[in-house]
């Protein structure tokens, strides 16, 4: 089941990143507090054509508008990720995947313990074969990180964001100090998230790719002795 | 091996199964409920159909936010539209006095109203925000009526299930549903921060519709038609933008 909700994730996560550009390519330019448009200074923006006449951009076309599609995308696949991410709660806390696989063990559960494993990993120590089965403690709070803080987040700024959600529940965007800031955030959040996959696919490749990713696919832990 | 196997076949059918039969439950209840949006069908239906069901369910009579005075962004910010036709432009040289707007299909009397019509019956004012799909925002005051007392007026069939909107610009067109319709922000606006409405803003008639995005805010209103089914009106997919490729609810 674990395996099973992350490939599904992983493939709604392409299809967001992918219309999610799109969407950035339409308005280039975030902005901070409840309001944003052309008239008004940008917080930060991207020197890239946009697909609307109206944005500034300095470059003398504008690229096609392709915001229908990746809307449509962006919201089913945004569904999809809700619902396989609730899937996976349930699966999570029913079978003690995260009391077991995710919260740190108990001996794990210090200071030293945590700046141990850093060092480690910045002087690139190659783990025992043993403890390479099972998930650190820098794992383990990357992966409490990226399940409980970001994704949360991400779906979070994404309601923010809609004007039906925020007429019912007002609380959602105003918490952000308005809607530009959640649409700040949730671009932030991607590349956050963009840096996590690109470490954790970096990750799995020191590891051995291929031996890991079959793991990761079959749950079959070829070369080692207890399934995991 | 086997034993395990096949048990995990017979939970895992069950799951199937039960899935599938909950999925044809949910399809009959939305399609009875009237919770099926007119883009409801093809790879992106399932999205779009969850979206409009759930918000019809939580957010039906919730208001969209409405701001301080202070907050009214300054300058607001007109996005682009198309040239103006010619049909436009002799209405705008005489100050825009001969507008009408007419009210026709599932309504006891279709009936036209001249500008003074509209702004005889009650007012509402409200700040609200205009949000873009593309994703920039502004806030400004919003002067006019509230549809449902222009729909009052020609008198509502029970059969009502959208109301459609026309622009003047040819191919500008949207409805909604009778939750937004009969909505009190929903509104017939014809002046905007104390003003009359400029033209790059819609002037002098537009539908302001702050639960839904920028795009459902149809600019040059002319024409609105009740109806109680969607297919007759363009590809039948609801709106001109639905027609383009884009979402028909837009409250996302």
């Not at chain 2, 299930?161 to 929903?186: C, G, K």
């Amino acid at each position: 089941m674990v395996r099973a909700t992350h490939w599904v994730t992983t493939l709604a996560c392409v299809a967001l990143l992918v219309s999610g550009v799109e969407l950035v390519i339409s308005h280039p330019r975030f902005y901070w507090g409840e309001n944003g448009n052309v008239l008004t200074p940008a917080l930060f923006s991207f020197p890239i054509p946009s697909s609307r006449a109206t944005v500034p951009t300095g470059y003398g076309y504008v690229l096609p508008d392709q915001n229908g599609w990746s809307r449509y995308l962006h919201f089913e696949a945004a569904w999809i990720l809700v619902l396989i991410g609730g899937l996976y709660l349930v699966f999570g806390l029913v079978s003690g995947h995260f009391r077991k696989g995710l919260f740190p063990r108990a001996a794990d559960r210090s200071w030293s313990a945590v700046s141990r494993s850093l060092r480690d990993h910045l002087r690139l120590t190659r783990p025992e074969e043993e403890e390479a089965w099972s998930y650190n403690v820098l794992q383990r709070l990357t992966y409490l990180g990226v399940v409980f803080v970001v994704f949360p987040l991400f779906i979070w700024t994404g309601l923010a964001m809609s004007p039906a959600v925020t007429a019912a529940m007002p609380t959602v965007v105003t918490v952000f100090g308005g809607r530009q800031s959640a649409r700040t955030l949730h671009f932030l959040l991607t590349l956050l998230l963009v840096l996590f996959v690109l470490i954790h696919v970096g990750m799995v490749w020191l590891a051995g790719f291929r031996r890991r990713v079959t793991a990761m696919i079959t749950g079959n832990a070829s070369g080692h002795r207890k399934s995991v | 091996m086997s034993e395990i196997s096949r048990r995990q076949l017979i939970t895992r059918g069950l799951a199937a199964a039960a899935g599938l039969s909950g999925l044809a439950v949910a399809d009959h209840i939305a399609d009875r409920y009237g919770l099926f949006p007119p883009d409801g069908g093809g790879v992106y239906g399932p999205g779009e159909t969850l979206t409009y069901a759930v918000h019809r369910i939580l957010t039906q009579h919730s208001f969209a936010r409405e701001f301080s005075r202070g907050q009214i962004s300054n300058p607001p910010f007109a996005n682009e539209t198309a040239p103006p036709t010619d049909a436009f432009k002799r209405f705008e040289a005489d100050g825009f006095r001969d507008w009408k707007l007419s009210v026709d299909g599932l309504v006891g009397r279709s009936t036209t109203l001249s500008m003074d019509d509209v702004k005889r019956l009650p007012a509402r004012s409200q700040i609200t925000q205009v949000v873009c799909e593309e994703g920039w925002s502004y806030v400004a005051e919003w002067i006019g009526t509230p549809l449902v007392e222009v729909l009052n007026i020609a008198g509502l069939l029970p059969q009502a299930r959208y109301v459609v909107y026309f622009s003047i610009e040819p191919d500008t067109w949207e409805s909604i549903d009778m939750a937004d319709a009969l909505h009190q922000q929903t509104l017939v606006t014809y002046a905007m921060n104390d003003a009359d409405l400029p033209v790059p803003f819609g002037g002098p008639l537009r539908l302001r519709v702050p639960r839904q995005l920028g795009y459902k805010s149809v600019k040059y209103l002319t024409r609105v038609t009740v109806t109680d089914n969607l297919k007759r009106f363009g590809k039948g997919l609801g709106s001109a933008s639905a027609d383009a490729g884009y979402a028909w609810y837009a409250g996302i």
